[in-house]
């Protein structure tokens, strides 16, 4: 949802805050611009459509200057236009400021300034707050925006630029993110971290009602009533490598590559022959409820999450997506472990979803990508996915270490409840030390296969995901990144259901991708198939290596490694990710910013 960034420093501001905003577009691609100052004004370039857009017009007239500011926008209040790009002047063009989140109260305070006379450029909540800044000045800017930002209802993470006082940028934060990057004689605002890792790995991290003011040497941090404050600087260990497509086309295809190593880095110290490390996670015997609660491919991890737990380790699982659960007065007390579930850590469903569930006094856990988020700061105990930036909007890797997770977690607390044998659980320690070897083998042997198989899709309307058991949220996901990507219709069933409703959308040659990891209910989804099929349906299926009965009822099949059938869903997402990719390839789809969508959603 937007990215910002800011820069401060010794060199030409322009190129790095393109840099910058290059690497955060996967937050909001619907227009861009930037604003640098120079000697004597603030030079603002903007324009609707994507990044390479404004690059056009910075390549005629390169702003000059050391200071400035820049926006990625996701529109919320007023359509995307060059007019509703960011960054937004006040009157006078003293002040200039890009903004993440949405002010409630915009209409209110906009009414009460175009009674005083001002005028307005755009239909953005954003630009209320470029004219308070003229209205409140008096002299001291980092002043003037805590009276600003009093005046503010709602979320925002702000850059601000003023040429009353031009050696210095403010940043502040308000339940959208913000990080200030620190380096030799330069200084740096962004939303995520990926965004100047080339020139910096330090980073303070701001609080909510927290405010930067940064110059070209110094950072000095305040809360919201102007108080100075003091905090740790935040060493990132991701290597600037890690947001490169390095030699791929799309950064999805780069991320699904990257699955082994990203489960390898989670897996490691967490667990080994010997057993789990999980030793911050326990399950106290007065817990009698586990609440899951995300958005997106990270609700269908806790989807995949509730099978895998209460199959080992039996106590009662609750899935909600965030945007439900923070509306239904759910019921949640200090019996029950609450996980939220966000590879941004961002998400503000399901932190909103993670602030109740804490005022109901339960304790909350946090599976997250980003260390410093703020779900991971807000949550009791973190476990993080160590998957590395996901640029993508589609999440491939950070689903795949969610629910690698998941099974870490279902095997301590199995052990905890002595829910498992001893037999069992060292088969699945096995099998799970076993995932990245395998995971890098599934690649390796279907990729190409798969893309084969995509040119049968790329003229399909629809498409229908059917599996029963851990195999049904993940078709969920296997779904979505069909829909989220290559924009085709496609519909995930519970096999078993087909036949209350769904089946009557089944015709000739209307793909159905049938996955079938579950031994238990084997038989029961070789019907499902003999059912679609029988209609006309054009089966793929999707199932362990040795399965040959399947050959019979599908049209064609894709195998990965046998495993404890439990663990399959792990391995089977990859060839369902690389389907979606190579579809959205055949269809010229834009694979890594699929239309409407952005990468962290910090609106509600
Ligand atoms: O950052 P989060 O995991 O909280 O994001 C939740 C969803 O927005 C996200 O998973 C979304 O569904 C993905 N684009 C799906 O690929």
């Given at each position: 949802m937007c990215g910002i960034v800011g820069y401060i420093g010794n060199k030409q501001a322009t190129p790095i805050l393109l840099e910058g905003l290059k690497r955060l577009e996967y937050r909001g691609y619907d227009s861009a611009g930037i604003a640098v100052k120079n000697s004597h004004e603030i030079e603002v370039l903007k324009k609707e459509g994507k990044l390479a857009e404004l690059e056009n017009i910075v390549l005629a007239d390169s702003p000059s200057g050391t200071a400035g500011i820049g926006h990625t926008r996701w529109a919320?209040?007023?359509?995307?236009s060059d007019n509703n790009s960011h960054p937004h002047y006040d009157q006078k063009r003293d002040f200039v400021v890009v903004h993440n989140g949405i002010i409630e109260n915009f209409q209110e305070i906009k009414d009460e300034l175009e009674a005083r006379g001002y005028l307005f450029?755009?239909?953005?909540?954003?630009?209320v707050i470029a004219h308070l800044l003229d209205f409140y000045y008096q002299g001291n800017l980092r002043e003037t925006v805590i009276k600003v930002t009093e005046q503010l209802e709602g979320s925002y993470a702000l850059a601000i630029l003023s040429r009353r006082e031009s050696d210095k940028l403010i940043a502040v934060r308000k339940d959208s993110p913000l990080i200030v990057g620190k380096s030799e004689g330069e200084n740096f605002i962004a939303s995520?971290?990926?965004?100047?890792l080339n020139y910096t790995n330090q980073f303070y991290v701001l609080d909510d009602g927290e405010m930067a003011e940064i110059t070209q040497d110094t950072i000095k941090l305040f809360n919201y009533r102007g108080e100075e404050v003091s905090k740790d600087v935040f060493v990132v260990d991701?290597?600037?490598?890690?947001?490169?497509?390095?030699?791929?086309?799309?950064f999805m295809l780069k991320e699904i590559h990257e699955q082994p190593d990203a489960l390898r880095r989670v897996l490691n110290n967490r667990i080994s022959s010997t057993g789990?490390?999980?030793?911050?996670i326990d399950l106290p015997q007065s817990i009698n409820k586990i609440q899951l609660i995300a958005c997106g491919t990270a609700s269908y991890s806790c989807q995949m999450g509730k099978y895998i737990i209460e199959e080992l380790a039996r106590i009662d699982v609750n899935v909600d997506l965030g945007s439900e659960f923070r509306y239904r007065d759910p019921i949640i007390d200090d019996n029950t472990l609450v996980i939220v579930v966000s590879?941004?850590?961002?998400t503000a469903d399901t932190l909103a979803g993670l602030r109740l569930a804490k005022k109901k006094g339960a304790k909350v856990l946090a599976i997250t990508n980003?260390?410093?988020s703020t779900i991971a700061r807000e949550a009791d105990e973190v476990l993080y996915l160590?998957?590395?930036?996901?640029?993508?909007?589609?999440?491939t890797k950070a689903y795949l270490n969610m629910v690698a997770v998941f099974y870490l977690l279902a095997i301590n607390f199995a052990g905890q409840r002595s829910t498992i044998s001893e037999e069992l659980k060292t088969e699945l320690i096995d099998d799970v030390l076993r995932l990245p070897e395998l995971a890098a083998r599934v690649i390796r042997e279907n990729e190409e296969l798969i893309a084969e198989k995509a040119k049968g899709l790329k003229n399909c309307r629809s498409a229908f995901f059917i599996g029963r058991n851990t195999d049904f949220p993940l078709v969920l996901e296997g779904a979505l990144k069909m829909k989220e990507i290559a924009y085709i219709q496609a519909e995930a069933y519970p096999?078993?259901?087909?036949?209350?409703?769904?089946?009557?959308?089944?015709?000739?040659?209307?793909p159905v991708i049938a996955v079938a990891t579950r031994e238990k209910i084997y038989e029961k989804i070789i019907s499902n198939i003999k059912e679609v099929k029988s209609r006309g349906a054009k089966v793929t299926a999707l199932t362990f290596a040795g399965?040959?009965?399947?050959e019979k009822a599908a049209d064609n099949v894709i195998y990965i490694p046998a495993l404890n059938s439990l663990l399959s869903g792990v391995l089977a997402i990859i060839p369902l990710q690389l389907l979606a990719y190579y579809t959205a390839l055949e269809r010229g789809c834009d694979i890594d910013q699929p239309r409407n969508l952005a990468k962290s959603v910090t609106v509600e």
């Open positions: 919320t209040h007023g359509r995307p450029e755009s239909d953005t909540d954003t630009e995520d971290i990926p965004a100047f991701w290597d600037p490598e890690m947001a490169e497509k390095n030699g791929f086309d799309h789990l490390n999980l030793s911050e590879q941004s850590g961002e980003v260390t410093g160590k998957a590395g930036p996901e640029i993508a909007v589609a999440s096999a078993g259901e087909l036949k209350h409703g769904t089946l009557a959308l089944i015709e000739d040659d209307v399965n040959r009965e399947i």
